[in-house]
């Protein structure tokens, strides 16, 4: 499990997922995020989601929340919609709803902060992570989700 392969992220685990990305380095991640391979690393972790919802943890939380992953090859921006409502997560490849909050963060910065090696509140301060609409709800995401530590 030493290497960045996005074919066998399938076979990965929470953890050994977050282990795989703290144990990786920062080029290669960003090389394999800048090419072909993006798609199927941006599916698998949006797809895992709902698997790492908390329904106990969301209580009444109804939101909307637009992930936008920059650093596409051809310059542009991955967008992934979560929907939170009724005690459930789904995640939309193509975003359907008005977002309560949106995120825009790169490829590098969006997989530290969701395999648990990086602190979003740090990333927003530094201008890392930028965060549009409920700030509230911006501040408490990562309790909505069991966050595995690499």
Same mark, same amino acid.
């Given at each position: 499990?030493?290497?960045?392969?996005?074919?066998?992220? !399938?076979?990965?685990?929470?953890?050994?997922?977050?282990?795989?990305?703290?144990?990786?380095?920062?080029?290669?991640?960003?090389?394999?995020?800048? @090419?072909?391979?993006?798609?199927?690393? %941006?599916?698998?972790?949006?797809?895992? *989601?709902?698997?790492?919802?908390?329904?106990?943890? !969301?209580?009444?939380?109804?939101?909307?929340?637009?992930?936008?992953?920059? @650093?596409?090859?051809?310059?542009?921006?991955? +967008?992934?919609?979560?929907?939170?409502?009724?005690?459930?997560?789904?995640?939309?490849? +193509?975003?359907?709803?008005?977002?309560? %909050?949106?995120?825009?963060?790169?490829?590098?910065?969006?997989?530290?902060?969701?395999?648990?090696? !990086?602190?979003?509140?740090? *990333?927003?301060?530094?201008?890392?992570?930028?965060?549009?609409?409920?700030?509230?709800?911006?501040?408490?995401? !990562?309790?909505?989700?069991?966050?595995?530590?690499?």
């Amino acid at each position: 499990m030493t290497d960045f392969d996005p074919a066998n992220f !399938a076979n990965y685990g929470p953890k050994e997922f977050a282990q795989l990305v703290k144990s990786t380095p920062d080029d290669k991640i960003v090389e394999v995020m800048s @090419g072909e391979l993006r798609g199927k690393v %941006l599916s698998e972790v949006f797809g895992r *989601m709902p698997t790492l919802f908390r329904a106990d943890r !969301a209580g009444s939380t109804n939101a909307v929340i637009h992930w936008g992953i920059t @650093g596409r090859p051809d310059g542009g921006t991955d +967008t992934y919609e979560i929907v939170v409502a009724g005690g459930a997560c789904t995640v939309n490849e +193509t975003p359907q709803h008005d977002p309560k %909050l949106s995120l825009t963060m790169g490829p590098l910065d969006f997989l530290k902060i969701v395999s648990g090696g !990086a602190n979003p509140v740090m *990333m927003f301060m530094t201008g890392k992570l930028k965060a549009k609409g409920d700030l509230g709800l911006a501040a408490n995401i !990562a309790n909505l989700f069991d966050i595995p530590k690499g």
